[in-house]
Structures are given as C-alpha cells and as structure tokens.
C-alpha cells in the first residue's frame, strides 16, 4: 500500500518541565513517529530549552540517537565528558552512552532528535526475539557494553556514515544546499527519509500534493513515496537522514 508523506513543522511546541528528571522548562514537538513508517525508527522531534536550561543526563538502551544543533550555544556531555556544541554540530550517541545537554549561552537552544530502535528492539517488536533480548529495556543496563559516541561538525563534512558508530539501519546524514530554482528527486525504495528545512525556501511535490518548505518544515517519506524538492528565489538547504529498510524493495 502506498502511504502518505508525514509532514510536520515547529508551530504549538509543547512546553515541558523536567524533561529527563531536571527541573526548568523546555519545549518539544513531535515531528514524525513508527506510526505509518516501514522501518525501525522511534521518533523525529524538534526540541528547545531556555538560557541555562538543561535536558538532564539519560541512557538509551533501546534506541540509538542523534542530536543536531539548529540555534544557540550549548554543552554536551558524554559519558561523564563535555563537549562544546553549536549550529552545526551533530551528536551521535550509541547504545549505551550516558548523555545530556545543557544550554551554556544567552539565547535558546534548539535541536533536532532522531531515535532509530536497536537490531535488538526492532526484533521484538517484529516477534523475531525474546522479549528480555539485551536492549529491549531502557532503564536496564545491563548486557549492553557498547558506549560509542562522537560530536561532529556537519557544516565541515556535508555527509556521515552513521555506521561507524550506530549498530541499526541508519544510512547516512548530510546536509544539501539547492541553489535557486535547483531541484532534486527523493524515492523511497528500500529506506526511507526525513527531512527537516534549515534556510531559504522552496516546495516539494508528490502526486497532485504541493507543501511549502520554510525553515522548521519536517517531511518525512515512509516507504514506496516519493517527492520532487524544488529551491525558492533564496535558495534551499535542508538536513536529509535515510534509514534502510530490510526486504524494502531496489534501491
């Protein structure tokens, strides 16, 4: 069956205290979730936290997970050390890795959250595994030694292999930068992609559907989709992630 495009953007955040068992305020928007995807993702979301906030330090153990700096000055810790993060910067945390944020200069800082479900999770939910498989549970840490992680800077390289660091499905990570008028092609066969818009403007179409791209935009294309992503007159830069799909067709 042919799904639909998952469209979202940053209009009514939720507004949050606490978030991971600190106090102070943040706020947080599901932009995409497993909900009609094909693949093993948890969740696509946009997240934000005040001048001194902090997004408390936390342990997956079921879902690997990436941060990407969008606005602001901030703080990263892993594993008990910190790092110094931007606009630009991307986070990679393996299965594991005890980590958190807080932000460390005078304005917001936002982010972009993906979580992609561990081989040992996407099992069980697939009836595959055990339900007590090493990395199933959250809170448990036990049975699970990998504490990979790294902080990047994604303006430098434009692409990531998440692989040398992630044990799941994720392909890869860039960043692409459409000069006006410009135009590129998407097709989900074997993976599916998120995409979130960073500057400039443009539009992107499937079938008969039009959906104007600003920044804050999210598209996120589940299996057997497509679009066409055309550039505005300011051009159009966008951070693009793809997920393979086992059994998903050609590439």
Same mark, same amino acid.
């Given at each position: ?123 069980? /939910? #697939? *009836? +595959? ?13 036990? @049975?699970?030694? &990998? $504490? ?49 818009? /960073? #500057? *400039? +403007? ?13 920044? @804050?935009?999210? &598209? $996120? ?31």
């Amino acid at each position: 069956m042919r799904e639909g495009l998952i469209i979202g953007d940053l209009e009514d955040p939720s507004v949050v205290y606490g978030v991971h068992g600190t106090a102070g305020l943040s706020q947080w928007k599901c932009l995409a979730r497993r909900a009609g995807l094909h693949g093993s993702w948890e969740a696509v979301e946009w997240a934000w936290i005040p001048p001194g906030g902090i997004s408390g330090e936390h342990v997956h153990t079921r879902t690997e997970e990436i941060y990407f700096i969008l606005s602001g000055r901030g703080e990263m810790t892993l594993n008990g050390k910190r790092h110094p993060v931007g606009p630009g910067n991307l986070i990679l945390t393996g299965l594991g890795t005890k980590h958190g944020l807080r932000n460390v200069g005078d304005e917001g800082l936002g982010w972009l959250v993906i979580e992609v479900l561990s081989p040992a999770t996407a099992a069980v /939910l #697939r *009836g +595959s595994a055990p339900s007590d498989a090493p990395g199933t549970n959250e809170t448990q840490r036990g @049975g699970n030694d &990998v $504490t990979n992680a790294v902080v990047l800077n994604l303006r430098q390289t434009y692409e990531v292999n998440p692989r040398t660091v992630f044990t799941g499905p994720l392909r890869s990570i860039r960043l692409v930068d459409l000069k006006p008028g410009q135009r590129a092609e998407l097709s989900a066969e074997g993976e599916e992609y998120t995409l979130f818009a /960073l #500057r *400039g +403007s443009g539009e992107i179409t499937s079938g008969e559907a039009t959906v104007p791209l600003k920044y @804050g935009v999210s &598209v $996120t294309l589940p299996l057997g989709t497509g679009m066409a992503v055309t550039a505005g007159e300011d051009g159009l830069e966008y951070f693009l992630a793809s997920l393979e799909v086992p059994g998903g067709g050609a590439r």
